[in-house]
C-alpha cells in the first residue's frame, strides 16, 4: 500500500461532469466525508451531503485497499461491508492523483452515461 495515503483525510469536494461539459455538486458546495487508511491496507470511509437528502445520499464503507508507491496510479479498493449492500461487489478501481501535499483526488470509472464523478480529499491536518 502506498503510504501516502496513510492517515486521515477530508472530503473537499464532490463533483460529477457530464459528456457535455456540464458540472454538477450533487451533495452542494460543501460535503461531509471521511476517508481513513491504515498501513495495514484497511480503509474505511462515510461520506454524503451536509444537509439531509434522499435515502441512501449518505453511504459509508469499508475494506482493503491496494494502490501503487507515487503521485498517481489506480487504487483497488476491496469492499468488505457497506451501509449500501451494491457497494459490496468485488474490486473497485479508483484513479488517484496526489495534486499536491495534502490534497488528493480520486475518480471512479466513468458512469455507463458517461459521467466522470471527482472526488477531492484534503489530508485532515492540511488547513484550506
Do not use: C
Request: glycine share 12%.
Amino acid at each position: 500500500m502506498n503510504p501516502r495515503f496513510f492517515g486521515a483525510w477530508l472530503l473537499d469536494s464532490f463533483e460529477s461532469q457530464l459528456p457535455d461539459g456540464t458540472v454538477s455538486r450533487p451533495w452542494g458546495d460543501e460535503p461531509l466525508g471521511i476517508i481513513y487508511w491504515d498501513p495495514s491496507g484497511y480503509f474505511a470511509v462515510q461520506l454524503g451531503p451536509r444537509m439531509p437528502g434522499p435515502a441512501g445520499a449518505y453511504v459509508s464503507f469499508y475494506g482493503t485497499a491496494h494502490a501503487p508507491d507515487g503521485e498517481a496510479g489506480a487504487i483497488i479498493l476491496r469492499v468488505v461491508g457497506s451501509s449500501a449492500l451494491e457497494r459490496i461487489n468485488g474490486d473497485q478501481l479508483r484513479n488517484f492523483l496526489f495534486l499536491k501535499p495534502g490534497l488528493l483526488r480520486m475518480r471512479p470509472p466513468a458512469d455507463p452515461n458517461g459521467a466522470q464523478s471527482t472526488f477531492t480529499w484534503r489530508r485532515a491536518n492540511t488547513p484550506p
